[in-house]
């Protein structure tokens, strides 16, 4: 028989788009989703069911108990977005999901206060027995000598990972009297210093601090960053406290610095294996442990059940969520700035592969003016509008890049200051075809195209557009006019650029349906057309 631990909760909603949780997730996120999809909450569901199920998911939503691994990520035939409620990714295949152009989001924000505080009731349950001296007290003992402590004020906090939650401990720490060593080697010295905190190397840390508290994120890197060596280098007074991830601590070489007296304790909220199957973890007496209660505060679950609600729903919508963890990560305002130049890049893009006679081999994009240092969503805009169109793909500013380089599609920038007279362009350039190059603006918050190869036009960039490149004569406006006409096409708008009066001409001609082939064929045989496309942006 199947086991399920809760019943299937269901609600259904007029809509299609279909989300499945599988870990407990506040009220206040389900009823948000709820407003937009049909939401399906299947905890504890076993690893086999969730790999059945998944293809009928357009969203999962899990905390850290759900292994996300390649094998669910393929099953997901209409995935598309993976929401963390809450912080640490290390479960979510995360190269599987970028592959595949599944876009993962996560809550880092509302849970961080929780992690922290838990780290500082970690510390005062080992500085003070605490659990010891109330498991004593339940088992009907009145011992005041045993539980004696330490003080935590003028002992010195080391705090392995300087980011949200390692910068709330510090504050906690600083404001009990403490003095605070951090080692981050991706930090800024000046924010270190703003907090009162010093930046210290490892080992330097390790050898003075009395309590080290960990806040790192589980990588390759960090994987056992607290061995038998580092362990080695502790104080046999101090204490560690992990509300990080067990993956981060050798487990083994620990227990055995506790056994031989280099260690007086340590605190653990997180293990390499959840449950822990160690059973020397959660029973050794120098060890405080809780079952991963680190963001497990009514505030805090409320918190993320929100914060990951909100961005998966901005996903699903296509729109780039703020915590998306696979994805550049912009400031809010560099990302409303640069909105309407990533629409433009796309439909340029889609203009331009459609003017070539081959799919590109490569594309130069050359940015004119003051655009933001990093063009990383205006590459992937390209690469999308680029690929698209020629072939089956899914593609997204998160495996844009990735499908670039399978493709073999070489994507080389460049960036200059305006020399045209204009604010910002952006022009796509393809090795191959005739009309190699398009160029762009943003005017009057609208995508057009100013330049397509030698000539210069401005056309919003929408809909279905005939390109006939012609010899400048009179008449030919009129003769492509009349068949069009003829065959009940309805033209929206037309521009003509040339090189010089009488020399070389494009004509771009907008229409509200796409013509028949045969009507195409009839504008190639007037005499001086020299070329016709038909495209769709
Ligand atoms: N126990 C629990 O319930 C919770 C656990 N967490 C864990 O805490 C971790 C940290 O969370 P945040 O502070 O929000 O993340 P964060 O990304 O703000 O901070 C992590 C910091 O670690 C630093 N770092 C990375 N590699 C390092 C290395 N090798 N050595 C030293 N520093 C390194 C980064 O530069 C960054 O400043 C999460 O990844 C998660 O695993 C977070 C929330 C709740
Ligand atoms: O946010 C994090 O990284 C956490 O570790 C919290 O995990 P949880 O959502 O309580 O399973």
């Given amino acids: 028989m199947q086991e399920v631990a809760q019943p299937i909760e269901r609600t259904h909603r007029p809509t299609t788009t279909r989300i499945l949780v599988t870990e407990p997730l506040a009220e206040s996120g389900l009823a948000l989703l709820r407003e937009e999809a049909e939401v399906d ?4 569901i076993p690893h086999e069911e969730l790999v059945r199920i998944i293809p ?42 970028t ?25 005062f349950a080992v500085a003070r027995n605490i659990p010891q001296a109330h498991q004593a007290m339940q088992r009907g003992e009145w011992d005041r000598h045993r539980f004696v402590g330490t003080a935590v ?25 403490m003095r605070v060593l951090a080692y981050d080697p991706y930090l800024p010295r000046e924010r270190a210093q703003a907090l009162g905190v010093e ?4 080992e330097e840390l390790l050898a003075t601090a009395d309590f080290i508290s960990l806040h790192v994120p589980l990588v390759e890197s960090t994987r056992n960053l607290i061995n038998a060596e580092r362990l080695a ?11 990080a991830r067990g993956g981060v601590v050798d487990e083994d070489a620990l227990i055995q610095a506790l056994d031989e007296g280099r260690l007086a304790g340590a605190a ?21 442990t809780t079952p991963h209660l680190g963001a497990s505060t009514t505030e805090a679950q409320i918190g993320v059940a929100t914060e990951v609600a909100r961005a998966v729903l901005m996903s699903l919508r296509g729109e780039l969520a703020p915590t998306t963890v696979n994805a550049p990560m912009l400031a809010p305002e560099t990302l409303r700035e640069l909105r309407p130049f990533v629409d433009l890049a796309e439909r340029l893009a889609r203009l331009a592969v459609q003017l070539v006679a081959h799919g590109p081999s490569e594309v130069r994009i050359i940015y004119r003016g003051a655009f933001n240092e990093d063009t990383r969503l205006l590459r992937a805009a390209v690469i999308k509008g680029l690929l698209e169109p020629i072939g089956e793909y899914h593609v997204n500013f998160v495996n844009a890049d990735l499908l670039a380089q399978q493709r ?55 809909g279905c557009m005939l390109l006939c490149r012609n010899q400048d004569r009179p008449g030919m406006i009129g003769k492509v006019g009349a068949i069009l006409g003829e065959a009940d096409v309805n033209i929206s708008f037309m521009q003509v650029g040339r090189d010089q009066p009488r020399g070389q001409a494009v004509m771009a001609i907008g229409l509200d349906e796409e013509p028949p082939a045969d009507v195409l064929d009839q504008i190639r045989a007037i005499e001086g057309i020299e070329d016709v496309r038909l495209v769709e942006i």
């Fill in 233 to 243: 280098l502790m104080k046999p007074t101090a204490y560690l406290i992990n509300v």
């Fill in 56 to 97: 009928e998911y357009d969203a999962l939503i899990v905390r850290s108990g759900t292994k996300v691994t390649r094998d669910v990520i393929e099953a997901g035939e209409r995935l598309r977005v993976i929401g963390r409620a809450g912080t640490g990714v290390d479960n979510i295949d995360l190269r599987a999901a």
């Fill in 99 to 123: 592959e595949r152009g599944i876009i993962v989001v996560n809550a880092p924000t509302a849970n961080c206060i929780a992690a922290a505080e838990h780290a500082i009731a970690l510390m």
């Fill in 268 to 288: 653990l909220d997180v293990f390499s294996e959840e449950p822990p199957r160690d059973t020397r973890l959660a029973t050794h007496p120098k060890i405080v």
């Fill in 199 to 202: 930046l210290v190397s490892l």
């Fill in 153 to 177: 004020v003028d002992k010195v906090m080391g705090i392995v990972g300087f980011g949200r939650v390692g910068g709330e401990v510090a504050r906690r720490a600083r404001g009990l009297g």
């Fill in 408 to 462: 073999g599609l070489r994507v080389v920038e460049e960036r200059h200051t305006a020399t045209d007279g204009l604010s910002e362009t952006i022009e796509v350039r393809l090795t191959n075809g005739d009309y190699h190059s398009v160029q762009g603006a943003v005017l009057r918050g609208s995508p057009r195209v100013i330049r397509i190869g030698d000539f210069w036009i401005d056309l919003e960039l929408q």
């Fill in 41 to 44: 909450t299947r905890y504890k």
